[in-house]
Each structure stands twice: as C-alpha cells, then as structure tokens.
C-alpha cells in the first residue's frame, strides 16, 4: 500500500461518491463503504466483502483507513483506556507494523471512559497546545502541529474498535485547543454526528475550550451540530485567569460570557463552565463566591475538577473538604455545580501526561 493523503475518516457520502465515480467504481459503493467503516466499525477494505476484489484492491492502495498507530495502550482499575498514537508521515509506509521511529511531536492521547450509563471518548485536536496553561501537561511543549478533520474522527473510531463497545458521548477535551483548528473540529464534529457517520447526537458532544470569544461565535453561526460549549474559565477574575492562561490576555472574562451569551441564544444549548481545582491558587471560598456571581448571569452548568498534578509543574490537588465547601457555596447560590469524577489516575489520564510520560521514560 502506498501512502495517500484521501483519508476515509474525512469523506462524506457525497465527496466519496465522487472519489468513486473518478475510480471507475459505482457512486453507491460510498454508501456500502461508509456503512463498513461506521456502523459495522470496519477498518480494512478486505473485510469489505460486498465490494469486488478489485474495488476493494483500488480502496487499499488510494484511501488511507489508519493513519494512527497505537504507540501505548493503558488501561486503568477503573476501566478507563488511554491510547497514546503517533500520526502517519508523509513517508510512512502504511503497513499495519510502523517501522519508525518514536516522534513525540507526533503523537496524541485519546482516552475512552467508561461509566454505568456512557462510553465517552476524550479526543485530540492538536498534537500539543499552542495555549501553555501554567497547570497543564499537554502545552509544555507548545504547538507541533493541527490535527486534520480525519484524523480528529479516527480517534472516536479507534477507541469503539479497540473496546469493542459503541461510543455514546464526545468530548474534545484531549489534546490542543479546538478553537484554535476550528475548520477541521467543525468537520469532525458534523462527521461524528452524522447518520451516515459515527451517529452520536450533537446533544452529546462537548466542545470545550479556554475561550477564543470570535471563534465562539464563529461556532454559534456556522455549526449545525447541537454540541455542548465548555468554557475553561479556572479563575473568577481576569488578574488570577492571566496567570494560569497565557491567551487570557486576549479576552476578558466578561467578552467570554458574552461570547457564551451569543452560544446560548443561537442553540439553546446551555454553557458548562469549567473549573479546575487547584490548591490554594483559586480554591478558596472567596473565588466560589465570586465564580457564583459570574455564573449567575448566564444559563450554565459548573464542572468542577479536581486537578491531576503533572509531574515538575508547583500546583498541587485540592482537599477533598476544600472542594466540598467550594461546591456548597455555589450551589447555596442557586448555582448548580456537579464535581467531576476523577478517572483513569493511575494511568495519568489528565491530557498530555502520558505523551510526556514518553518523552522522558521513553519506550511507554
Ligand atoms: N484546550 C481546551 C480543551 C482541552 S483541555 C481547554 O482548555 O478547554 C480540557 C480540560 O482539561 C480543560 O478544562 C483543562 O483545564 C483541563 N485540564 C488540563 N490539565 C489538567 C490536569 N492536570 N488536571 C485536571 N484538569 C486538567
Ligand atoms: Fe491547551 Fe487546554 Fe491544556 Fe490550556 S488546558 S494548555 S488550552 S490543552
């Protein structure tokens, strides 16, 4: 097989029965295609045994149906699973066994939780983060690069693959600031909600984001997918949000809920604000205090997390009293506010760890 850059994961039925068309196939092989690869959950074109041998001969050596090779695969007492992948270059051969080397500036985490009632998959949008939250593993390193539309889908793919089990809820919540690789989230999101496609309704996809107010609105007007908008906020004000965010000083917190604002009364849909728990830094009753107020004037859900610590970085996991009475003052407020389960720990699940787990132990 040779490398291509057509990847199956970023094909519509309509660009596919047009690939077709020009591949001297019939148009509704797209159709029978899609239906391979999302609902039976296929990634071979040998396995394709409605299509002619032929048919299946010209889609292995001209489409590109993995582009992900699994480069560490955890999973944790609790059922989580963390993949860690490394993305196909140009130069790739693409056989099932990658010859080259490890690249970390070319690898992305993808995780599947799993809960009583759900399959989510945590997915990538960029290999690494051009945003350097002071708290946050996978912006150590900076940007390496966007992950295509495909590429974005894939991941979803390949945890329903490798788990045997549907996927039922999205969150990018990987990985890389989506916002910041709109055009490509946008297209995998409608991919991923699509009939034809993996089928998970817009209702339980979350999009979440550390606040990019045009980019919002963007999402507001040209998204025709019901996704949930998550607004990292972490800080009640704008002085304590600059220094845990770097690219808050773009956009205050009041420009944000604007934004949020604009969201909700475009969709319907209500904001979650997201809000990572670290100790002493923002943990404080003051800081519920004034995040209730913020919250109260737009229809919102508050996540609280408890942060993960990431090895060099100084911040520390709050108390469990801490996060409690945090917790109590917002909902004494009026304000609903659910803590965010911790999962998968012990395979340092929070986004970027386990890439740079690699980087420094190598071989994971
Ligand atoms: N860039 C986007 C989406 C990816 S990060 C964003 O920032 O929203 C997804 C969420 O994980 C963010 O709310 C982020 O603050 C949080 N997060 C990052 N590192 C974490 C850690 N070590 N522990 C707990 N949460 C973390
Ligand atoms: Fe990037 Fe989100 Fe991590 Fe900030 S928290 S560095 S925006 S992935």
Redesign the pocket.
Known sequence: MKYTTLDIFEQTPETLAAWCEAHGMQRYRAAQILEWVYAKGAADPAEMTNLSVADREILAEEMTFRSAHIVADRQASDGTRKLLVQWRDQGDDSGAVMPVALDAARQTECVMIPTEKRRTACISTQIG?P???RF?A??MDGLSGNLTAGRIVEQVHLLSQLTGERISNVVFMG???PLANLDAVMHAARIISAPWGLGISGRRITIST?GLPRAIRRLADELDVPATLAL?LHAPTDALRREM?P?AKYATIAELLDACRYYFDSTGREITLEYVLLRDENDRPEHARELARIARTLRCNVNLIRYNEVESLPYRRPLSRDVRIFQSVLTNAGVMAHIRASRGRDIAAA??QLRRGSIHDKGV
Do not use: A, K, P
């Open positions: 983060c945003v350097g939250c946050c996978s912006g990985m890389g600031e550390v990292s965010i690219w986004c970027g």
